[in-house]
């Protein structure tokens, strides 16, 4: 459960402006606040059942813009390989051969601060 | 007009699998194929005036995509960020002094392998 959870959400984060608002509601409030499904149903006076549908439908909808754009995949693939970069950078800014010359560690900071913005 | 083919086929190269085969059709004429109006017109036995109305349509449709998600905005910010980052990695490989110690040398090298695929 949890793993879906987390799953919707990362999906939601790249498509969830796609979904109605009420539905953006229903995932807010499951996603981002972790509430239940029987919390959920009473924040908006809804049924248990109707919130259990929107879920459904919402991981559906959700899946199926993945499915055809796979843009979530294709950032994440794209983020692991920044973050190790990253780990890289760092061990570069620390090495003396780096600090030894200005040049070259401003070189290196200059990479560092645009590796931290691409992470943004 | 280049300049809308440009941007209609980024933002095609994003949510194009979210448009009609004979949508997507339409626009692969226009953008990869360089075909005018008249020319798609012959080639799919439609009129003029339908190619002219479906690609008013799709670059509304995908507009609005890109106005909801912003997908395409921001992996062009974070692509101008790698490259400038490519150019540093770039400087510091044909360093003297990265080049003097293997260790340092094999870090830039690991570094200019990981933005190359974050590139591709």
């Not at 754009?69 to 780096?98: C, H, I, N, P, W």
């Amino acid at each position: 459960m949890i793993e879906k959870k987390v799953k919707i959400g990362n999906l939601y984060d790249f498509y969830g402006e796609l979904l109605t608002d009420k539905q953006k509601d229903i995932v807010e409030l499951f996603c981002l606040q972790d509430f239940t499904f029987g919390e959920i149903s009473e924040e908006l006076s809804v049924s248990r059942q109707a919130v259990f549908d929107t879920m459904k439908r919402v991981e559906s909808i959700l899946e199926n813009y993945e499915k055809k754009l796979g843009l979530y995949a294709k950032f994440t693939q794209s983020k692991a390989y920044v973050k190790a970069l990253l780990a890289e950078v760092e061990t570069l800014r620390t090495s003396d051969v780096v600090q030894s010359d200005p040049t070259v560690a401003e070189t290196v900071e200059s990479i560092f601060q645009l590796t931290q913005k691409v992470l943004e």
